[in-house]
């Protein structure tokens, strides 16, 4: 490989490595971590330009331990992400990528309870909605498991036909 061809994206010493990653646009990714720090990334940066730590709660709150986040996916060219873990829940994220430092940020926006590790993430077609892969064990060990969850897929609305009918017929217009 020729000099300077590729970058290497390092979190620092503190950063625990990433389990998931995600393009949210061209030069815009997120990435999961296995500590439950949640990355927003800059292609003309090494460093993360916004950390969420702790995005999915505490495995143990005493020790200081995170839980990893498993899987992530967005809404390719919007602002909207999901993350899923063991925590029962698969949260939905806003995500902004504006042209300051100040101006780019992640936000919490909702939590739809699901049992289990959320070991997969996919935004269907117009993010009308996702779907969801759970199950007893972390997709990439046998740690930990949660017995009274089953191995499954649910299917969750994000937004309903009126809305992307709305949003087509705005485009029309302009």
């Not at 698969?90 to 430092?101: E, Q």
Request: hydrophobic share 35%; charged share 30%; proline share 3%.
């Amino acid at each position: 490989l020729a000099d300077d061809s590729h970058l290497i994206f390092r979190g620092g010493a503190k950063l625990a490595s990433a389990d998931c990653i995600t393009l949210l646009k061209d030069d815009f990714y997120l990435t999961g971590h296995e500590d439950g720090t949640m990355g927003l990334w800059f292609t003309e940066k090494k460093k993360a330009v916004k950390l969420i730590d702790h995005a999915h709660g505490y495995d143990d709150p005493t020790l200081n331990i995170g839980r990893s986040i498993v899987s992530i996916d967005c809404m390719k060219g919007g602002d909207m992400a999901m993350t899923g873990s063991s925590d029962g829940f698969l949260r939905l994220w806003k995500v902004s990528t504006g042209a300051t430092i100040t101006s780019r940020d992640v936000e919490p926006l909702e939590k739809i309870p699901m049992k289990g590790y959320i070991n997969d993430i996919a935004v269907g077609p117009k993010a009308r909605f996702c779907v969801v892969a759970t199950g007893q064990e972390h997709r990439l060990g046998r740690w930990n498991p949660i017995r009274k969850a089953k191995n499954r897929f649910g299917i969750v609305q994000l937004r309903n036909k009126e809305e992307i009918d709305n949003e087509v017929d705005e485009d029309d217009r302009e």
